[in-house]
């Protein structure tokens, strides 16, 4: 079973000029990355400006970064005004797409369905989705964030699933990101124990629909007040397969958040190992505390909002 390979994205929004962008470009070329980046089949950093700055920043920046769009419209070409299409992102040089952004979904009206077509037309024409879903303040305070989470991701796995394709060739360019509407921007981010127990609900539900293989490889990163104070400690989850930053990535601190988090795999896979080791010892949970190591949490699907508040 292939190993799911940790990501670092960017979301820059609507910020940034070409003199602000070039300042960007110039530090990522010179910042001394992980050696190993860039080298697999999937880039594990991706930078998303604006549309208009895509083949610029695409020219200037180094070739072991990928560069993606923000948002695409699920035809090829035609009269839709203000619209840009997958296809054009690719002949600019974009890699991916961001698609379902909490934004989008909220302020432009994008509904499920419009998610789940913008997803497969995406794919069909080449890019890597990063398919976004996230519940609100509110939803999460009325215990419906799994059913919300599920809902948004049911409509993007349906259009999937029909894709003409076999499982693997539909979902390897898929990301699902995890991002609660209620963090985004906001500084307050999701406890790391809150992203692994969404994130293993998500993967949970894709195994249920689409098979343990689909489940076990595709990657669900976590977006939402990332920055370099909680950024390693969010990578650290089991779960959380990369990190997705709005606001930090316009700061030179994202470099240092790619190097803490995305990195250091190996030492990943020890940390991971080490945590199963100790959530198996019969640790007295006040010695636990004492210490900040890994306690059981007793959690059933009914209990699981209910225990953790944002
Ligand atoms: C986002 O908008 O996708 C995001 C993650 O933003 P921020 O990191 O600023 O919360």
Sequence with gaps: MARRKFIVGTNFKMNGSRAFLQDLVENLNRADLDSNVGNEEVHPIFISPPSLYIEHVRQNLRK???????????KSSGAFTGEISAEMLKDVGADYVILGHTERRTLFKESDTDIGLKVVHALQTGLKVIACIGETLSERESNTTLQVLFRQLQAIIDHVQNLDLNQEEKWKDLVIAYEPVWAIGTGRVAAPEQAQEVHAAIRRRVGEICGLEVAETVRIIYGGSVNLGNALQLARERDVDGLFVGGASLRPEFVQ??????????????YLLFKDILRNLDIPSSTASMFNLPVPRPHSAEGFVSQVGP
């Design 64 to 74: 072991d970064i990928a560069v993606g769009g923000q948002n695409c419209f699920w």
């Design 257 to 270: 958040i790619y190097m803490g988090a995305g990195r250091g795999e190996g030492y990943r896979t020890w």
